[in-house]
């Protein structure tokens, strides 16, 4: 997916030119916005594959960014954050951010992140169609749609791809590295926390506690019946 479209919103110069630099340089088609509002303006203008989003901006910061494109898109989106304290991560995972990374960074580690990031979701549009039924529970990995008792249930991109790796697995413990490589690649740097975050929202949406089950110090098991 080297033609991918990135947009970078940041209000340093030096590393709005410092990461469109690495971007362009493995092929990618890079726009770049320096403050909030004409961030949010060129996310809905480009349509990017990806969005590297800085937390602190003028005008808008990135968690009202965040809040507003999750209504309309599921784009991924990594964070670019200065703070280092947890709460601050989790907010922004919490908001809708798929992943994070903070500041001061490695440049080859944000394009190494980025690159994995669209290689899942290449092969996420490119793999054959399957049903995946349960009693309570329906995946169709083709539409990436899911449904509980009949009911449709609204998943960003990144949890509908930790569910379906549950589902696929079903009755099977998978640890948080496991699911962290299926889902974010072999490639990610970041930590174990943003499994636990990201889970927590496919459980509130699926509206049922028993569906996903913590192994504790181990990791997560999906336990709803094959029909």
Not at 133 to 160: C, K, M, Y
Not at 166 to 185: H, I, P, S, Y
Not at 189 to 198: A, K, M, N, P, S
Request: proline content about 4%; glycine content about 8%; hydrophobic content about 40%.
């Amino acid at each position: 997916m080297s033609n991918a479209k990135i947009l970078v919103v940041d209000d340093e110069p030096s590393i709005l030119n410092l990461v469109s630099s690495y971007l362009k340089a493995d092929g990618y088609e890079v726009y770049t916005a320096a403050d909030g509002p004409s961030g949010l303006k060129a996310a809905r203008a480009y349509k990017p594959d990806l969005i590297v989003l800085d937390l602190m901006l003028p005008g808008m910061d990135g968690l009202e960014i965040l809040t507003r494109l999750r209504r309309e898109s599921d784009v991924y989106i990594i964070l670019l954050t200065a703070r280092t304290e947890e709460t601050d991560k989790i907010v922004g995972l919490s908001v809708g951010a798929d992943d994070y990374v903070t500041k001061p960074f490695s440049p080859r580690e944000l394009t190494a992140r980025v690159k994995a990031a669209l290689r899942r979701i290449q092969v996420g549009a490119s793999a054959a169609s399957e049903i995946l039924s349960f009693v309570h529970v329906r995946i169709d990995t083709g539409a990436r749609t899911v449904t509980v008792d009949g009911q449709p249930v609204n998943l960003t991109a990144i949890e509908f791809d930790l569910l379906r790796a549950l589902a696929e697995q079903r009755g099977r413990v998978l640890t948080r590295e496991q699911l962290l490589e299926k889902v974010w690649g072999t490639n990610y740097y970041g930590e174990l926390r943003v499994v636990d975050v990201h889970l927590g929202h496919v459980r509130q949406k699926l509206g049922r506690s028993d569906l996903i089950a913590t192994v504790r110090g181990v990791g997560y098991r999906f336990e709803d019946e094959p029909l």
